[in-house]
């Protein structure tokens, strides 16, 4: 029997607005999210996430930090577990540790070329620095400070600088140098919440190299000084540039650079810096995080004591990810923006105490193991939870009442479609489901085949059947859950039929006031 829909019919996207946890359910734009877990908004459709797969096993106890070395000849991975640290460049068991002896793993590094050659600089605040140098582990020789009181790292203007621990002072060495007499400066005189130094990044005003180029000092009360220059020891070689608040910042891996941009994870949301700065006021709607605001702000007051915040970009990806630990249960999420549309999404069954890349690929660090995240479509053998639902949307506008008669979301997938779709109205948050039909087609995969000879598009399953429904409200909204360790899945649009009710006959019969 053929199912003909009646009424009026409409069709939208998917959700590619993405996650949206700011604004009121009756206020949301129709491309937004009210709910995106382990699915990431693209710019035409909204897709299930890749899995991941063990990389290295065998690890002492959790990775807490990842750690990249990047050269012109060769790229390696380390892992910081149980005081000490291992490499896992390359997959399978892990072997004997490199660095042992530490007292604290939980690193902040920075690649850094000098006429010496490459190296991988990293430092904790507890132990000595370390570096590694391509073929092997050191611990530089320096003076001027203990090096065990110097943490967070970053390279300005051919220097290393660093934090002194519990101070409200920076230290720094000398030019293109990993060794030597480290210098501090006392940054106390230019702050007015006091507090201590926590993180210390550089970031620029024009995008590029040159005049414009700044270093920031971030305060655990949220006050930033910006100062621009080559020589700290040099009163005419470096200058405070401004002093400005933000919201208190999260951790000490709290900085993530996008492009020339300096971002800040703090109590109120992922905040650049330079827009913060421009606009002399912590004006928090200008974070990148403010559509999500809503989160946010659940997750700092749940778990911002915690261990394992954290901001990556993630280029082959197209996204840039802030980790977010759960210190109640041990579980993480992951906020995930994506860098061509700025929608945000939510990822959840990684349970990563940190993040780091190799060779452009992703991996996080777990319990004993480091994981290759973004690869193959299962995690680790166990199945992908998906759960998306749309915003609600006023068909026919809001002052009209509907009786919803049929529905069809576009799902596509490489093999019979492993969904089931919701349809909720009037804010409700149902449960019932139904499991759509499929049908497969078989032609040419994108980017593989010959174009103009084959059938377009692919090997995939995609949704061909209207489905009824028999709901009546003044507004709809679209669930779609997937449980899956075999197939990838898109969500393309939905179309909808519905009817115009008059005045507020719909209603009244809805509830059975007629």
């Known amino acids: 029997m053929v199912f003909n829909p009646t009424g009026e019919s409409t069709s939208q996207s998917a959700p590619i607005g993405g996650l949206n946890t700011r604004d009121a359910v009756d206020l949301m734009p129709q491309t937004d999210a009210i709910r995106l877990d382990n699915f990431f908004p693209g710019s035409t459709d909204v897709s299930l996430r890749k899995g991941y797969t063990n990389h290295v096993t065998g690890l002492p106890s959790t990775v807490q930090s990842l750690l990249t070395y990047q050269s012109p000849s060769a790229n ?294 480091v994981y290759k995240a973004d690869n193959g479509l299962s995690d680790a053998g166990t199945q992908i939870q998906g759960n998306a639902k749309t915003a609600f949307v006023y068909y026919g506008g809001r002052g009209t009442s509907k009786r919803f008669t049929a529905i069809r979301p576009i799902v596509s997938s490489d093999a019979d479609l492993p969904v089931s779709i919701g349809f909720d109205v009037d804010f409700n948050d149902g449960t019932s489901t139904y499991t759509p039909s499929s049908a497969t087609t078989t032609g040419a995969d994108w980017d593989t085949a010959t174009w103009d000879v084959a059938e377009w598009a692919g090997t995939i399953a995609s949704q061909l059947v209207w489905r009824s429904v028999a709901d009546i409200g003044w507004n709809a909204a679209i669930r779609i859950q997937t449980s899956t360790q075999a197939q990838s899945i898109k969500w393309h649009s939905v179309d909808i039929y519905y009817e115009k009710g008059v005045g507020l006959w719909c209603l009244q019969t809805k509830y059975g006031n007629c």
């Open 76 to 369: 390696k991975l380390f892992a910081a577990s149980n005081n000490a640290i291992y490499d896992v460049t390359s997959s399978g068991s892990v072997g004997s540790a490199v660095v042992t002896s530490l007292s604290n793993v939980q690193f902040q590094h920075v690649n850094f070329t000098t006429s010496g050659g490459s190296f991988l600089f990293i430092v904790n605040g507890a132990d000595a620095p370390r570096h590694y140098n391509g073929s092997a582990w050191a611990t530089p020789s320096l003076s001027g400070v203990t090096g065990s009181t110097i943490n967070n790292v970053t390279v300005f203007k051919e220097r290393l600088f660093f934090i002194v621990n519990d101070s409200l002072s920076f230290a720094y060495l000398p030019i293109n140098s990993v060794a030597g007499t480290v210098s501090t400066f006392a940054l106390g005189s230019v702050f007015n919440f006091g507090g201590k130094l926590v993180a210390v990044g550089s970031l620029t005003r024009d995008g590029g190299s040159g005049s414009d180029d700044y270093i920031a000092f971030i305060t655990s009360e949220g006050e930033v000084a910006v100062y621009q220059g080559t020589d700290p020891s040099s009163a005419t070689a470096w200058s405070l540039v401004g002093v400005f608040k933000i919201a208190r910042p999260i951790g000490k891996r709290c900085i993530v650079n996008v492009g020339p941009e300096l971002i800040v994870i703090t109590e109120s949301g992922f905040v650049p810096l330079t827009q913060m700065y421009a606009e002399n006021e912590a004006n928090y709607s200008k974070a990148i995080s403010d559509k999500i605001s809503g989160s946010i702000l659940t997750a700092v007051t749940n778990f911002k004591s915690t261990f394992g915040w954290e901001a990556l970009i993630y280029p082959k990806g197209q996204f840039g990810l802030f980790n977010v630990p759960n210190g109640v249960s041990g579980e993480f999420v992951q906020f995930v923006v994506n860098l061509s549309t700025g929608a945000w999404g939510r990822f959840t069954g990684q349970d990563a105490y940190c993040w780091g890349l190799l060779n452009g690929d992703l991996y996080f660090g777990g319990s004993t193991k």
